[in-house]
């Protein structure tokens, strides 16, 4: 990774602070910045991806900057990449493309990682995530770390924690990890904002979103976070863990159908008032039989298979529903109804406290709910009274059917053991 000079930074007119300016000089090839709000993370990604792309003297240097959606990375960077980068003569801008082409056949591009398919079949030389706490893991390992390989391309992954999910994992990975490095910069430790600004953000905001934002906590709950807090206390009580599999009770299945879009499985037992979640699968991108084939090979013995009320829609190229093309592949559906999103959310609520999760198969699955989250109105300030859609969506509302699924409980009973299966002889 090509150190920056600080000839280069003067040619930007660009006066680094004094954590920027040690991060420019930081030649480790993987680094994950975790920073204060009002650091000046997303001036910084900008300006190093710049320097990396005018000292490269390869062919056709490729750099992106990536947030976690598109209108976001217009938003946040678009205006700095054209203003630092209108300094250097011959640079060219694209709008519509959101690029930047510089004289030595440099490009620094702008994408969202909301759109991952947009950087498939890339190289890169560079590339910084920017806000990785919000966006989807899976764009990096899947995605972007296959575009760096060609030519040893290096990433930053910056961002302020959002709960214990992919940032603090990655951060956590850099730690322990040769050839990466873990920074964390609290607004208590670097002085970069005054005492009287802070104080005045202190009062104004929660003392959980204060650590959060400010002192970087990784352990102060996602602002908005419709079921954080539940899931943080089923660790507590061990309910997240080692969950086996009943072969003597049916697993019945709760769906989320994704239509260009991913869809999401949770394998979940019931025993008297216990819900034991013992698994989760997600995909994109293939059809119904995929989903069927994967069932089949975990080889449990099924239950129901809930599904939202909208699988009965025909679908216009074949004309049959979901619910016809599942059975057809030998899955026998269950409907639920229709109902208001609130209420699905406040059931899966009530439900929560009595679930047991796997931890390793359902990891994902419970990465997604505990980011799961209302929007925020930028504008306002504000949460709005709706759920962001996101990677996370996905993983949460088929949670959500299996909650309202449940809202009549029937009670299984484990089944009597016959005399052999007591080791009886």
């Known amino acids: 990774m090509a150190q920056a000079g600080t000839g280069d930074r003067a040619a930007l007119a660009y006066r680094a602070r004094p954590q920027q300016a040690a991060l420019h000089r930081d030649g480790t090839r993987f680094k994950v910045i975790v920073a204060h709000r009002r650091f000046g993370k997303t ?243 293939v059809g119904l039989d995929h989903y069927a084939k994967a069932l089949q090979a975990r080889g449990y013995g099924y239950g129901d298979h809930l599904l939202p009320h909208d699988a009965r829609v025909q679908e216009m190229g074949s004309g049959k529903t979901r619910v016809e093309t599942l059975q057809g592949l030998g899955i026998r559906p269950r409907v639920l109804g229709n109902h208001r999103l609130e209420d699905g959310i406040n059931e899966a609520r009530r439900l929560l406290p009595r679930c047991w999760f796997d931890a390793e198969k359902c990891a994902r699955g419970l990465e997604a709910l505990r980011h799961y989250r209302c929007e925020w109105d930028e504008r306002r300030q504000a949460l709005r009274d709706r759920p962001l859609h996101d990677w996370s969506s996905h993983a949460a509302d088929a949670f959500r059917y299996l909650a309202m699924g449940l809202r009549e409980p029937q009670e299984e009973r484990m089944p009597k053991l016959r005399y052999d299966d007591r080791g009886i002889v």
């Open 43 to 285: 001036v910084f990604a900008i300006l190093q991806l710049l320097l990396g792309a005018m000292a490269n003297r390869r062919w056709a240097p490729r750099y992106a900057y990536v947030a976690p959606f598109y209108r976001q990375a217009k938003a946040v960077a678009w205006d700095y990449l054209k203003y630092y980068g209108g300094q250097l003569g011959g640079a060219r801008f694209h709008e519509g493309e959101l690029r930047c082409d510089l004289p030595n056949g440099a490009r620094i591009s702008l994408y969202g990682a909301d759109n991952p398919d947009s950087l498939r079949g890339l190289y890169l030389d560079g590339v910084v995530l920017d806000e990785y706490a919000q966006m989807d893991p899976r764009a990096w390992s899947e995605v972007i770390r296959p575009a760096l390989a060609d030519r040893a391309g290096w990433a930053i992954f910056i961002g302020t924690p959002a709960g214990r999910n992919g940032l603090w994992q990655i951060y956590e990975q850099a730690k322990a990890t040769p050839g990466w490095r873990a920074l964390r910069y609290r607004a208590g430790d670097t002085g970069l904002l005054p005492a009287a600004e802070l104080a005045a953000a202190r009062q104004a905001m929660s003392e959980a979103e204060y650590a959060q934002e400010f002192e970087c906590s990784f352990d102060a709950a996602i602002r908005g976070a419709y079921y954080g807090a539940l899931i943080a206390a089923a660790e507590a009580e061990q309910r997240i863990g080692r969950v086996a599999h009943e072969p003597r009770l049916p697993v019945h299945t709760a769906w989320d159908l994704g239509v260009g879009d991913a869809t999401a499985i949770w394998f979940f037992q019931r025993l008297r008032q216990e819900v034991r979640v013992i698994d989760y699968y997600e995909s994109s991108g």
